[in-house]
């Protein structure tokens, strides 16, 4: 039976191969009802076991490829997204050649976050759980490193970050001579994180003959270079192009206004009451902002980010495991080492800016066989971005409506009595039938009035509706075709949409008009501001230059009146003066011309001289 199994299994492998070295799913292989029997042969029974404990029934399609090439002793490249089993497609065939004997390091792992290769070391000790004598050890930075060197001694599997990986070779705690088998996984991230120098110089220090196993969601032209660097003969395993976005999950997106995502994320929520949800942002700060609005909504969430310390990382995505949080907010980087079974939803809050991550993302739900939903928010100018994903990752993702508030609460009322008639049979029913009871007389209504009150209390009332962001967009590269004068065009390119474009502009008019209304008396009030400040500034300005030219002018003025007042009494005293003494002296002489000889002298109001004839 045995022999019978490997020559059908050969025979599956190599029906597969394409120009000898590139290989790529086929359908046969995925529809098998049990490919794990397939190999069972070829593996270790304590494997087996504790594969078959771990659900393993159906191996996915690059485990399926991957595995008979490793196990013969062959370089690979595997071209699949995240939450493909790409951890199993390597631990597997590293486990099947470890020599538990020897306490020597054997297999060095390659990851691009401390939670993915956290992740992945826990998913090999799970694999290795029969085994005894193998020890697998996750090293990153962020941890003490002394606790690490003390932690290596006997271990022959090695999973971690590059950086830190390469800190233990310069102290030389990590001891190369041994090593059988490396392993790249998501060698992309690898290279935007900047870890390529850190790569080669890693896999240039190995010094024996080793197996290299490299995995990535994209292949890059950086990728190829180290693989036909560092790898021999790879055989490159690709998955089909129509398991790029895992046709388990449903696909749907919501157009929303920006200021609208928090309340449509609460409405989705609410609605579909999801045991475990993933929401993705694009900036740390937003995660932690959308943290704090769900906690204060009653929600039980957790953000997570590179900003956060290790401690409070490990402490999110413990609970997140264990359920004591259901829902998790994160960033596109730290989300990387996410592996959790049962995630029902994914929300993506902003779109990716690069439309790989939304493949990455998705990739979190409709795991093992089961059924997921993903859902995203976008604006009206943001909708060229989902065609570009449709194009790019040939999917169809659907657009919907937000749930009303009425099916909302509907929604809320049906989970909460279904909740509570799970209780009917219990012990206490009794007792509270009496409390009941006792309360109905107390107010003289009956059980469905008070029912109906317990009920209002438990799930609130209609929230608001929220609106979709229907906005005209002027078609762009992926959007609406138009003409020269910016005209909509129908599918032929043919005649214009007269009735519905004229609709659109007296909406648009509408809308601009009522803007306008708006903003008019802001316009006017700030304008009115801005004139009294200016106004009053002027006037502080122009006080103290008056009050002071004014003082300048004035000086002048009554110092000259003053002394012209003071001169002409002098005057006038010291020509009475002489007066006198001319009267004394001369007697009564003409007065006109004494009046006259005293003008000449300068009096103040002399008369003229007459002019002689």
Request: some cysteine; aromatic content about 6%.
């Amino acid at each position: 039976m045995s022999e019978l199994r490997q020559m059908e299994f050969k025979k599956k492998t190599e029906g597969l191969e394409v120009g000898g070295m590139e290989t790529e799913i086929g359908e046969d292989i995925v529809q098998d009802t049990d490919t794990l029997a397939l190999i069972e042969e070829l593996l270790d029974e304590r494997i087996v076991r504790a594969v078959r404990e771990m659900g393993f029934e159906k191996l996915t399609p690059i485990q399926e490829q991957s595995i008979p090439f490793l196990l013969k002793g062959e370089d690979i490249i595997g071209q699949a997204q995240t939450g493909t089993g790409k951890t199993a497609a390597f631990g597997i065939p590293a486990l099947q050649k470890i020599d538990p004997e020897s306490r020597k390091l054997q297999v060095i792992v390659l990851c691009p976050t401390r939670e993915l290769a956290m992740q992945a070391a826990e998913e090999i000790r799970r694999i290795a759980k029969y085994m005894h004598g193998i020890k697998v050890l996750a090293v990153y930075g962020g941890q003490e490193i002394s606790k690490q060197i003390r932690g290596l001694h006997g271990v022959q599997i090695i999973v971690g970050t590059p950086g830190r990986v390469m800190d233990h070779m310069r102290r030389n705690t990590l001891k190369l001579d041994d090593v059988r088998m490396v392993v790249l996984d998501e060698a992309d991230e690898m290279l935007n994180m900047g870890f390529r120098e850190d790569m080669e110089l890693i896999l240039g220090q190995i010094p024996n003959e080793h197996q290299t196993a490299l995995f990535s969601a994209t292949m890059p032209k950086p990728i190829l270079d180290i693989t036909s660097q560092f790898q021999k003969n790879a055989r490159m395993v690709r998955v089909a192009a129509k398991e790029l976005t895992i046709p388990l999950v449903s696909q749907k997106y919501y157009k929303v206004k920006r200021q609208d995502k928090d309340a449509a994320c609460i409405r989705l929520l609410e609605y579909y009451q999801p045991k475990l949800c993933l929401i993705f942002c694009n900036t740390k700060v937003k995660v932690d902002e959308l943290a704090e609005v769900l906690k204060k909504a009653g929600f039980r969430a957790e953000g997570l980010h590179g900003d956060m310390s290790q401690h409070q990382r490990d402490v999110a995505m413990g609970r997140f495991r264990h359920n004591s949080t259901n829902i998790l907010i994160a960033t596109d980087v730290a989300a990387r080492g996410i592996d959790v079974d049962n995630v029902e939803v994914v929300i993506n809050y902003d779109i990716p800016q690069d439309i790989e991550y939304y493949v990455h993302r998705i990739g979190r739900t409709g795991r093992a066989g089961k059924t997921g939903q993903s859902f995203t928010f976008a604006s009206a100018r943001e909708l060229y971005r989902i065609r570009e994903i449709e194009r790019i990752c040939r999917t169809e993702i659907e657009e919907m409506k937000l749930p009303g508030a009425a099916k909302v609460l509907r929604s809320k009322a049906y989970k909460y009595l279904e909740t509570a008639w799970e209780l009917h049979e219990h012990e206490d029913m009794a007792l509270m039938k009496k409390y009941l009871q006792k309360k109905m007389d107390l107010e003289g209504c009956d059980a469905m009035e008070l029912a109906a009150a317990m009920l209002k209390y438990q799930i609130g009332d209609k929230g608001p509706e929220i609106e979709a962001d229907d906005e005209e967009v002027r078609g762009g590269r992926f959007g609406d075709r138009r003409d020269r004068f910016g005209r909509r065009r129908n599918d032929r390119g043919g005649r214009r949409e007269e009735g519905a474009e004229e609709g659109r502009r007296s909406r648009r008019g509408d809308r601009e008009e009522e803007r306008g209304n708006r903003r008019r008396p802001d316009r006017e009030e700030r304008g009115n501001r801005r004139r009294l400040d200016r106004e009053e500034e002027r006037g502080s300005r122009r006080r103290p230059d008056r009050e002071e030219e004014r003082g300048n002018r004035r000086r002048p003025d009554r110092e000259e009146e003053r002394g012209s007042r003071r001169r002409l009494d002098r005057e006038e005293e010291r020509g009475s003066r002489r007066g006198n003494r001319e009267d004394e002296n001369a007697g009564r002489v003409n007065s006109r011309k004494h009046d006259r000889e005293g003008s000449e002298k300068g009096l103040a109001f002399s008369f003229p001289k007459k002019k002689k004839k």
